[in-house]
């Protein structure tokens, strides 16, 4: 997606150098779309004029990124899952809040925008072009650079290999950097024959998790699944190898439209999920307020195995201050400590 590149001179201090590579991403027609895909699109651009759907194909689903002119005759994109859900959509400048604003001009240097998109998560994902090389970078609403798209000379060696270990017959697209983690975490996005899949390793090289089908996950944790999301869609799954063992993130929705965040076990017993705050009991909704305060709540997850201090506590995980904020409630109230 682009709305044009935009001559932008500042100062370049933390945007390193991604990988090079194209996405492996093939254009289709609109009736080529889902039906619900094809709403979608029709809806946002009502009177433009489509110019072009590139679709890209992960383990669990596709997206589709479309540009598109508007009536006025103003370039414009955005991107949408295989539900219809518009997962991003591109903004100018001036539209991002100004906090974003102040970091792009900060942070690039004698380099052109390229495009600025708004995630549906609230993050915003920024695309230059400096010295003829594509970096972006990912920056949350309050300013804050998340990750930053680097090079596989610049990662460490030990992550370097894990990297030419899981990518066999693969190519690397784009490998970030996450900077809000210590020690830091690498997401690797990796394309084959138009499909993709993403891994993320340990800055020692581990193995932290890697995306996954739903018909390759054992037996229980796919009637888990099924049971779990009905006729709804599964959005990803997540294999995680964490040191006591295995487990599965799952995003998906419901066949109403609910949005289902939840954690699986090998067993597929159900280890935890994500709430609103309305569905928080009273007494830890009123700790959790506090306890943020002018911070904002990312998520709010209900552990549901694995007692901290005798209770099934709730987990946040927040912003304050420009950093991580994340902590446990137990469900009457007790504050039960900052998260590592």
């Given at each position: ?7 932008w001179?500042?100062l ?5 150098a ?13 009736a ?8 979608a699109?029709?809806?946002?651009i ?13 383990t ?12 006025s ?10 539900t ?13 809040p ?17 495009s ?47 990297i ?5 017959g ?19 996005d ?6 993709e ?19 390759a ?45 939840f ?12 709430v ?9 909704r ?11 709540i990312?998520r709010?997850?209900h ?7 005798k ?5 946040v995980?927040?912003?304050k ?6 902590f ?6 007790r504050?039960?400590?900052m998260?590592?």
């Amino acid at each position: 997606m682009r709305i044009g590149r935009i001559a932008w001179l500042c100062l370049v201090s933390g945007v390193v150098a991604c990988a090079s590579g194209a996405e492996d991403s093939k254009p289709i027609a609109l009736a080529q779309t889902p039906q619900v895909v094809q709403q979608a699109i029709t809806t946002r651009i009502g009177d433009g004029a489509l110019e072009e759907i590139d679709q890209t194909v992960g383990t669990t689903g596709a997206t589709y990124d479309v540009d598109y002119l508007s009536k006025s005759g103003t370039e414009g994109g955005f991107t949408v899952t295989d539900t219809g859900a518009v997962d991003s959509v591109e903004i100018t400048i001036e539209d991002a809040p100004a906090a974003v604003q102040k970091t792009v001009r900060s942070d690039c240097a004698g380099c052109e925008l390229n495009s600025i998109d708004r995630n549906a998560d609230g993050t915003f994902d920024i695309d230059i072009l400096r010295a003829g090389v594509d970096q972006s970078f990912t920056v949350a609403d309050d300013g804050t650079i998340l990750s930053v798209s680097v090079a596989m000379a610049d990662v460490p060696s030990t992550v370097q290999a894990t990297i030419q270990s899981q990518a066999a017959g693969w190519q690397v697209s784009e490998i970030d950097k996450n900077m809000d983690e210590f020690p830091a975490t690498y997401d690797v996005d990796l394309v084959k024959d138009g499909q993709e899949k993403s891994i993320t390793i340990g800055s020692d090289g581990t193995l932290a998790s890697a995306d996954t089908s739903l018909a390759a996950v054992p037996a229980p944790v796919q009637a888990a699944i099924n049971s779990l999301v009905g006729t709804g869609h599964v959005i990803s799954i997540d294999q995680n190898y964490d040191p006591d063992g295995v487990s599965f993130d799952i995003e998906a929705r419901s066949a109403i439209g609910a949005n289902l965040s939840f954690s699986l076990g090998p067993d597929g017993a159900e280890q935890s999920e994500r709430v609103n705050l309305k569905q928080v009991p009273l007494p830890a909704r009123a700790t959790i307020t506090q306890t943020i305060g002018n911070g904002r709540i990312l998520r709010v997850d209900h552990i549901l195995v694995g007692k901290e201090d005798k209770v099934l506590p709730y987990s946040v995980e927040g912003r304050k201050d420009g950093k991580s904020f994340d902590f446990s409630v137990g469900p009457k109230g007790r504050f039960l400590g900052m998260d590592p």
